[in-house]
């Protein structure tokens, strides 16, 4: 069975100041979706990512002029400080991605010139690096590139040097040992950062060792192709690839021992697809020589059986010599072949452990997932025994995708814990574990569960950004406000730090997205609880709900899942201006169901039905005849209505205002007005009471009448007409009070 056997470089892929900004920026993109956001030149020269990054709204701009608005990042080479300012200028926010090393080369340059140092900066004139570091010494610096521009340059007495950090040690070192003879003060600050060379010489390495070495990265990435150069070096054929897809399967004919690099700019997950790419290619070279290996198998069964044949020869002899052996013989030598066995077995043993290990230790590679056991925590991280020759440790950045600051937060001792494997041994011989990017990839392979199945998960919000709310389902979540809740949310900070029961409706890993939304479960909840409440709900039924609206008609009832309508002249047994006087929203309350139409789900409710009745309460307290107090709630054509107790409002009909003859009501009460009544009558079947105002009032004494008024009003209406035209003059009964005498009398 032919197996390729893969090995990637110990240090390859994304250097500490490329991840640093990538994670920046997706931070920056994902808090900051209603801005545009740039790149000042392309993040990193990989056209993949530079791809997925404007997948996600990252554009690039190649300079300050091309950006009106939003944010803008300074990449990990740095810019001038006048770039910034003038960023600044023109109000954009600018996230500084600069890596920290081209931050120190930045400051020691400016250091060097303000403490009036001849100051020099070894590195690539167009480099964007350079240009920064250049900047940052108010442009007083010297840029060289090489030993040779020092011929040409007058040297002073005080000189300094920064160099560019990807520069190589040795070349340095050897400007350095030029200059030192030559002036009275050198200062140097080596600002070169070790990962290139440490990159470099692992890339060395590994090609002297395998067949074919892969170098993956841009081909427009000065560091890959360098490291491909290194490689090449070494006679060992090599591949500078973008991607898999490049892979010719056919340059691994022949091939045992496949080497894989990637530069400072390839993300794993190119890493990734080459590795998958080889494991694929094995399992082809499987299935081909399957048919060798079954002739193999068949070879081998003779050979056992032969073999078998063979002992059970030699059993027979041994058994033959055995017999004639002395009796005293016997036992000791069976002791001692005993012995024998044991020591053969506990070599075996030990032989059979030492194989394991060195086995798993040869099988463990960078970017490996891995099982083992926590053995030790301490406040820089947590060492892991994963079978190795040295224990791996994970800083405590690596423990956790949230911030950590104590790792027995996370981890407890003798715990088992999955990693995976950063770096196998650093420059210090130790391995770097990530628990981290193992908890990352077993959270997608969740997340993506979890979508298939249309599975509710649950996750705490851990902040509120522009357009919705960020939840933690083990990589960054993003709930839209509008998948907030049902209905519109005035303030989405009220969900912060809350758990909520979400439903993923959009998953894209490669981009690091996934899109949440509480409101389809509540939605999917809702519809199956109000489907269960209408076949329950019958007419007459008292049931409690919780006030969710209230309208200038009435208030909206939720029953569970369904909302039922009380009419403001259910609410109350006395007359209310508006339902918030007996009503609150959010408030629960017991309803009776007037009606349920469950075909149009329209449900009407009442809430006075389940108070008292105040009118038999009313019939049974007060009698006929009784004097009320009370307040006049309305006037109308025939009188005015006097509320005598809640609920309870009386007539008083226009003839029993007054004992005068009364044309409307407002002449005697108004609305408002505080009375005594007589109650004339009480029909509670009827909901009617009769009050009076009238009967309260002493009657007028009839007036006194002239003799011939006297006269005429026995006999005739012709005599009263004529009563009537002398009234002014006898200073006797008005016809108005005649006619209200008559009026009256009918009633
Ligand atoms: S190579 Fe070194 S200096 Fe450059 S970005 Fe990476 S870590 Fe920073």
């Known amino acids: 069975m032919k197996v390729l056997e893969v090995i990637t470089a110990e240090e390859a892929g994304f250097c500490f100041g490329v991840e ?21 030149g392309p993040l990193i020269h990989n056209p993949q990512v530079v791809k ?54 930045q400051k020691y340059a ?133 991607t898999a897809a490049e892979i010719n399967k056919e340059w691994l004919s022949g091939k045992n021992k496949v080497g894989i690099t990637a530069g400072a700019s390839t993300p794993d997950w190119l890493i990734r697809e080459v590795i998958q790419l080889m494991n694929e290619e094995n399992k082809d070279l499987n299935v081909e020589s399957t048919e060798n290996v079954e002739e193999k ?40 072949a005993e012995e024998e066995v044991a020591e053969e077995d506990a070599e075996t043993e030990e032989e059979a452990e030492f194989k394991y290990s060195d086995n798993d230790i040869a099988d463990l590679s960078k970017g490996q997932k891995v099982t083992g056991t926590v053995v030790e925590i301490n406040d820089n991280g947590v060492y892991v025994d994963v079978n190795y020759k040295t224990d791996g440790f994970i800083p405590l950045r690596h423990l956790s995708h949230r911030p950590v600051e104590d790792a027995n937060d996370i981890v407890s001792m003798d715990e088992e814990i999955e990693v995976v494997i950063l ?39 851990t902040k509120e950004v522009k357009g919705g709310l960020v939840v ?42 996934v899109v949440l939304s509480a409101k389809k479960v509540l939605e999917k909840e809702r519809a199956a609880e109000k489907e269960e409440t209408l076949a329950a709900l019958e007419e007459g039924q008292t049931v409690e709900g919780t006030v969710t609206k209230l309208v200038d008609f009435g208030a909206f009832i ?59 309460e009313f019939a049974d307290k007060h009698y006929e005849g009784e004097v009320v107090e009370g307040k006049i709630t309305k006037l109308v054509d025939f009188g005015a209505f006097m509320e005598v107790e809640k609920g309870i409002e009386g007539l008083i009909h226009i003839s029993q205002l007054s004992h005068r003859h009364v044309k409307t009501a407002d002449e005697v009460v108004s609305v408002g007005d505080v009375r005594e009544a007589k109650i004339i009558n009480i029909d509670a079947d009827q909901e009617r009471v009769g009050l009076s105002l009238k009967e309260l009032e002493e009657k007028p004494e009839p007036k006194k009448e002239s003799s011939s008024s006297s006269r005429s009003s026995s006999s005739s209406s012709k005599s009263r007409s004529n009563k009537s035209d002398d009234s002014s003059s006898s200073g006797g009964a008005t016809i108005r009070e005649i006619v209200g005498d008559i009026f009256d009398q009918g009633e």
């Open 20 to 40: 640093r900004a990538i994670d920046m920026v997706l931070e920056a993109a994902g808090e900051n979706e209603d801005m545009n956001v740039y790149t000042l």
């Open 110 to 242: 400016k250091k060097l010139v303000d403490e009036g140092y001849q100051t020099f900066i070894y590195g690539d004139q167009d480099h964007p690096e350079v240009q920064g570091i250049y900047g940052a010494s108010d442009k007083k610096a010297i840029i060289i590139k090489g030993k040779e521009d020092l011929n040409s340059i007058e040297l002073k007495a005080r000189v300094g040097f920064v160099a560019q950090t990807t520069k190589s040690p040795e070349s340095f070192r050897d400007i350095i040992n030029l200059v030192i003879t030559e002036v009275k003060e050198l200062k140097v600050f080596n600002t070169i950062c070790n990962t290139t060379d440490v990159r470099q010489s692992s890339a060395k390495k590994l090609a002297e060792d395998v067949d074919i070495m892969f170098v993956i990265g841009g081909h427009n990435s000065a560091n890959t192709t360098r490291l491909a150069e290194i490689c090449a070096a070494t006679n060992t054929p090599t591949y500078h690839i973008e």
């Open 297 to 336: 198998e068949e070879q081998v069964l003779e050979e056992v059986e032969e073999t078998v044949e063979e002992t059970e020869e030699t059993t027979e002899k041994t058994e033959e010599t055995t017999e004639e052996k002395e009796a005293d013989n016997s036992e000791e030598a069976a002791e001692s």
């Open 423 to 461: 770096t196998l041994e650093d420059d210090e011989g130790n391995m770097i574990l990530s628990k981290k990017q193992a908890d990352y990839e077993k959270a997608w392979e969740k997340i993506e569960e979890a979508y298939e199945n249309n599975e509710i998960i649950e996750a705490e919000v």
């Open 472 to 513: 933690d389902v083990g990589v960054r979540g993003f709930i839209p406000a509008s998948h907030v809740a049902i209905g519109y949310v005035d303030d989405l900070s009220d969900y912060v730090g809350e758990k909520m029961r979400l439903k993923i409706i959009e998953v894209e890993r490669d981009n690091n997205n």
């Open 558 to 616: 939720d029953l569970g899942g369904i909302e039922g309508l009380l009419h403001i002249s259910e609410m109350s047994w006395g007359r209310i201006e508006s339902p918030s006087e007996v009503l609150s929203e959010g408030e629960k309350v017991e309803v009776k169901v007037l009606g349920v139409n469950k075909e149009e789900e329209r449900i009407s409710l009442g809430l006075k039905q389940l108070l008292p009745d105040p009118w038999e």
């Open 52 to 105: 997925k990054l404007e997948a996600k709204n990252v554009k690039v701009a190649s300079s300050l002029a091309e950006i009106d608005s939003g944010i803008v990042i300074i990449r990990s080479h740095g810019v001038a400080p006048e770039i910034i300012k003038q960023a600044r200028e023109k109000n954009l926010k600018i996230i500084d991605a600069t890596c920290p090393y081209v931050k120190n080369a």
